[in-house]
Every structure is written in C-alpha cells, then in structure tokens.
C-alpha cells in the first residue's frame, strides 16, 4: 500500500495546519513570562469541550485503534468492554474522585501521595510512573505509529519513528497543555470522522453496496459468534476475556486505576476552570467511549469477512485502510497519525510534569517559574529521545505491543488503586501499608504468572487488588500510632453534581444495560 499524491497532500495540510494551530492557542501574551501553571495545566482554564476531546486523545492512539481492530477481528464485539465499561468508570472519577483532587489544588497524582502519605511514597510513585511513561508507553505509541505509517505508506520503520517524535516534540514542547488540549479538539473530530468513514466503507463493502444497515446485519447473521460481550469457558478467547470478570472483577481495576489517578489522563481534568466544567469534560469524554467500538471494533469484526485467514490479527484494520479511495485514504490516515500525534502529547507533556513537579522542584524549592518551565521541556526532550532509541529494542520482538503493554502495567495496577482508594477514603491508612501494598503488587502478580500461568490475566489483577487490599488494611491496623502526615483535605469535599451530570449518568447506564442486554 503507499499513499497516492492526492492522500500525501492531505496528511501534510493536516501536520501544517495542527502544528500552527499549536502554536497559536499557546501564544504568550505580550510581555507576559510563562508560568508553571501556565505551561503544565494550561492556567486552570481549560474549558469543558478541551477537557473530554483531550481526554479521549490522550487514550485513543495506534495501540488502540490497530490492536482492538485486532482483537474485533479475533475475538469479536467483546473487546468493547474496554471501551463501554471506561465510560461507566469516568463517571465515577468525575462524581468521587475528582472533587478531592480539585479541592486540594494538586499538580500531579504523586504530589498527591505526599499530601496524604509522604514524601518517600511521592518519590517512589513518581520513579515508577516515569519509568512506565517512557519505557512503556511513550515507546509503544511510537513503535506502532511507525509501524502503521510503514504499512499505509511505505516509510521505514525507524525513519517513521523518528519523524513522529520530532513532530510531536514540535508540537508539544512549546506550549505545554494548553497546546496539546486545545487542538485535541480538533484531533478527536478528525480521529471521528476517519472511524466513521472507514466504518461505513467496510459495512457498505460486507453488504456488497447495499449500505451500513445491511452490511451490519450480514455481520451478525455470518459471524453470530463475534457479537458476544460475555464469553463463556468454552470460547478458546476466555482468557482474555474471562466472563463475568469484565463487568464484576479485574476490569474494574484496570480501569479505575488508569481513568482515576493516570497522570496523562486526570491531567486535564485538573486544569479545569472549576469542578463543573471538569464534571462535564467527564461526561463528553464518557458518551465519546460509548461511540468508540463503532470506529475500532466493527471494522475489525467487517475484515472477518472483507479479509479472511490474515495472518497477523493487527493487519485487520491496515487491510482495510487499503481498500479506500484517493482522498478518502488521506483523511483516514491522518485521523490515525492525529490520534498518535495527540496520544505523544499527552505523554510528553505528563513527563514534563512530574519530572519537573515530582523530582526537579523538591530537590530546588528556589526555583523560579521560568526555571521549572525550562526544565520541563529539557525532561520532555529527553524522554522522547530515550523513547525513540528504546523503540525497536523493547518492542520490535512483540507481535502484539499492546499485550506488552497490558502485560507490564498489569503488575503495577493493583497496587495503584489500593494507595489511592484506601488514601482517599480510609483515614487510617498509613505510608508503610501503601509501599508495602505497591511492592507487593509486582510480586504477587509475578508469583501468579509464573505459578498460575493458567488464570486469566483479567482474575489476576483483581485477585491481587483484593491481596494487596488486605495487606494494607491489616499493617496500617497493626502500626498503632504510624498514621501518615495527612495534609490532604477529605472532610469537607462536597460530592453534589448537577441535574445534568446525573442525567447524564444515568443515561450511560441506560445504554450500557441495553448493550449488555442486546449483546450478551
């Protein structure tokens, strides 16, 4: 596949336009002097609309587009509970999570930890999330960009790795949030319109031009078995989806964990102007996860019959970028460099951060405003280089990247989630018992793995939360008189959400009953 003169054109407006557009919306004012809160959370006043697109920006890149693709194709409709249950899980962030946050004025989720626990638990937290952010995820969004631009277009692969670095470095570096969000706008309206139109062309191909409504009812009478969320023990796919775990176990905790304290996700909500308008960030960010197996799972489960017997699950959605017109092709291909562009961003400028926030200024509590800036963008600038260079090594073996990614995180995910649940919502909960709980996580997780290499990754994860739970609740019991230092503010935290908000939400769980309850 290689992209015609028409398609190379439209991808470069596309690169001109965001990276001006960049530019632009982060601007300093005349003789104005950027300030941390200006460059890393974009002044506190990002608008509802910047909030919920940068939300889905930062979480939909190549990874998700190409490997759930994958996994429609191989497994079916199921794969979607990623996606529908995430939008039930911001819900929660916005309603319980993001009224303590917001309240106690935090830059970062580590900040956070030293607030309530101390400033060891910061540091630990802080070493590891920097650790994940560049060795895991910022190498895997550039690795399976460069391999989708390789595919679609011909560029070699390293050569691909190290444009889409340097672009999004371009992009990101200068103007820190308020770049990356506000034209995350106008990336997740792109990422949306190319979902759609390769959606339509895929069930409009299935029904041989009869339209999306047949095409999709072709799926569902030649490939019934692709259009269960619940899979029993009897589908050799169980392990990756393991039945009911999707909506009563694990995947609560993967979820609740990257929604709820992932620095690159909450970041945005922590810029808003006020808990309201975060609140309603929340609520788009929420209806755009239930649009989104419409763009990434159905043209997977559409190859199943456009393209059988592929080899490698992950050339399900390349194929059928193959298969588009001049022009069209284009615009499709540049909602998924916009998507990756977006998702480096994100990354990028979260790095940034808590280098910056977490390590640099406690170590240099005199440092001026223009100081912390600068050292953020020297931390952004080296992350990326360390990700280019680690790219191929980490992840050039994986025949699937995003398992890597599911894989590693998976180890740390328990862990995370009982630190800050029980910090957030059980006093007594000591820094001790959160160490103890993080470190216990790994290693439980690894001790499972290799031990029980037969339970399904989804049980272990909530097996090991409820583990590592235990644990922490029974030291913090134990060390009578270890109480952490507790600076963070929990009383008084008003819970209240508007009429909207709560129509809102009410409504997600309408559809998610009726999704269930059409797909069983």
């Not at 259009?227 to 009897?234: E, G, K, P, Q, V």
């Not at 489960?301 to 588009?324: C, K, N, Q, T, W």
């Amino acid at each position: 596949m290689s992209l015609s003169p028409l398609d190379t054109c439209i991808v470069v407006l596309y690169a001109i336009f965001i990276f001006a557009l960049a530019q632009w919306v982060s601007r300093e004012k005349r003789g104005g002097q950027r300030s941390a809160q200006d460059y890393f959370l974009a002044s506190r006043a990002l608008p509802w609309w910047a909030i919920g697109t940068s939300l889905i920006a930062a979480n939909i890149s190549a990874e998700q587009i190409i490997g759930m693709s994958g996994s429609g194709y191989v497994i079916g409709l199921g794969i979607a509970s990623y996606e529908w249950m995430a939008a039930l899980t911001l819900i929660i962030v916005g309603k319980f999570f993001l009224p303590i946050f917001l309240k106690n004025g935090i830059y970062t989720m580590p900040e956070f930890l030293e607030k309530r626990y101390s400033p060891t638990v910061r540091t630990v937290m802080a070493l590891f999330w920097l650790g994940v952010y560049v060795f895991v995820n910022l190498t895997s969004i550039l690795w399976l960009g460069a391999t989708a631009v390789h595919t679609v277009a011909g560029v070699d692969v390293d050569v691909a790795l190290v444009a889409l670095g340097l672009f999004a470095g371009a992009y990101a570096l200068y103007g820190g949030l308020k770049a990356v969000a506000l034209t995350d706008f106008v990336q997740v309206s792109l990422l949306v319109l190319g979902g759609l139109l390769i959606t339509w062309i895929a069930l409009d191909k299935v029904a041989d031009g009869a339209g999306v409504v047949a095409g999709f009812q072709v799926l569902l009478q030649r490939a019934p078995e692709k259009f269960h969320m619940i899979l029993d023990r009897s589908n050799p796919h169980y392990k990756d989806l393991p039945g009911l775990s999707v909506l009563l176990g694990g995947m609560w905790v993967m979820n609740v964990s990257y929604w709820g304290f992932n620095q690159y996700i909450i970041q945005r909500a922590l810029a808003a102007k006020s808990l309201g308008e975060a609140q309603k960030g929340i609520v788009l960010a929420a209806f755009l996860k239930l649009m989104m197996p419409l763009i990434i799972v159905v043209p997977g489960i559409a190859a199943v019959l456009l393209a059988p017997g592929l080899e490698r699950p992950d050339a399900a959605y390349p194929h059928l970028m193959s298969l588009l017109p001049n022009g069209i092709l284009g615009v499709v291909f540049a909602a998924l460099m916009a998507a990756v562009i977006a998702s480096l961003g994100s990354k990028i400028n979260s790095i940034a951060t808590i280098f910056t926030m977490d390590v640099y200024r406690p170590l240099r509590r005199g440092a001026s405003e223009k100081q912390l800036v600068r050292v953020g963008r020297i931390a952004a600038a080296l992350a990326l280089v360390l990700a280019i260079f680690s790219a191929r090594p980490l992840l050039g073996s994986f025949d699937q990247a995003f398992q890597y990614i599911q894989e590693f995180t998976g180890f740390f995910t328990p862990g995370i989630c009982v630190i800050f649940l029980l910090g957030m919502f059980w006093k007594r909960t000591t820094a001790t018992a959160a160490l103890v709980a993080a470190v216990a996580s790994a290693l439980l997780s690894l001790a499972l793995k290799l031990w029980l290499p037969s339970v399904a990754f989804m049980d272990r994860v909530g097996l090991v939360f409820l583990a590592c739970i235990a644990l922490a609740v029974v030291i913090s019991l134990l060390q009578r008189g270890g109480q952490s230092r507790y600076n963070v503010e929990l009383d008084d935290i008003d819970y209240t959400t508007s009429k909207g908000f709560n129509l809102a939400a009410l409504l997600v769980v309408v559809i998610l009953i009726g999704l269930y309850a059409v797909f069983w």
